[in-house]
């Protein structure tokens, strides 16, 4: 089946400890999207990609970064976790020809220690 | 200022019982998504709704698009548990971004 792959679902790290989130997708989607979630919150768009095109939000701190190296992955960089970037990470994608439905993974859980 | 306003936050329902969540702007949308979110998984699609007026079905699940396309409501007939969840409504502004922006989501409780 096509689909959102995150890995790993659970992350535990320290505060300062450099990590990546992993997300890989088989629906050959143009646009893949990161999103921060917070407890019963919206998700929070980080950035997208439009093919190879990065797109930032505004007001998404420096510390997150991201990296498209092919159609099918993307990955989330945070250089310096904070005890507030412990939140649900959410990658998505979508076709922009879809009425901008989005696909989601199922998220990977961040703790930081 | 949200673009798309969601309510009610928070519903604590009985089994058996109906509820209708909403979803309101002052922007015209050219496609409008809900999606559902169980606890430690991602949203998943439920329906995307396109034409003004629209009424779309998911077994006791039913979707509607006004008819100037600037709001949602989904109801849903005899809650059950397993409808428990965060609903989340979506959509892209006609004209604008790509980019769907949510709403700030309704957290349902159905108790058995």
């Known amino acids: 089946d096509a689909m959102v792959i995150q890995n790993p679902r659970y992350q535990v790290t320290q505060f300062g400890k450099p990590v990546t989130l992993s997300c890989s997708q088989t629906l050959n989607h143009n646009v893949m999207y990161w999103y921060q979630q917070k407890s019963s919150q919206a998700p929070k768009l980080l950035f997208h990609?439009?093919?190879?095109?990065?797109?930032n939000e505004a007001d998404t701190p420096d510390n997150f970064q991201s990296r498209r190296p092919n159609t099918s992955f993307c990955f989330l960089d945070i250089r310096s976790p904070g005890l507030g970037d412990a939140a649900m990470y959410l990658c998505?994608?979508?076709?922009?020809?879809?009425?901008?439905?989005?696909?989601f993974g199922p998220g990977t859980r961040l703790t930081v220690l | 200022t949200q673009l798309l306003e969601q309510s009610p936050q928070f519903l604590s329902i009985q089994e058996g019982e109906n509820l209708t969540v909403y979803c309101n702007s002052s922007s015209v949308f050219s496609s409008l998504q809900w999606y559902r979110q169980e606890p430690g998984e991602g949203p998943v699609l439920l329906v995307t709704?396109?034409?003004?007026?629209e009424v779309k079905k998911l077994k006791r699940l039913t979707f509607q698009f006004g008819d100037a396309r600037k709001d949602s409501s989904l109801h849903i007939t005899a809650a059950q548990p397993g409808d428990t969840g965060l609903y989340l409504c979506a959509g892209a502004v006609s004209g604008g971004s790509y980019i769907p922006t949510f709403g700030r989501g309704t957290s349902l409780i159905v108790h058995p």
């Open positions: 709704v396109v034409t003004g007026g």
């Open positions: 998505a994608t979508s076709q922009d020809s879809s009425y901008n439905e989005q696909f």
């Open positions: 990609y439009y093919d190879k095109d990065f797109n």
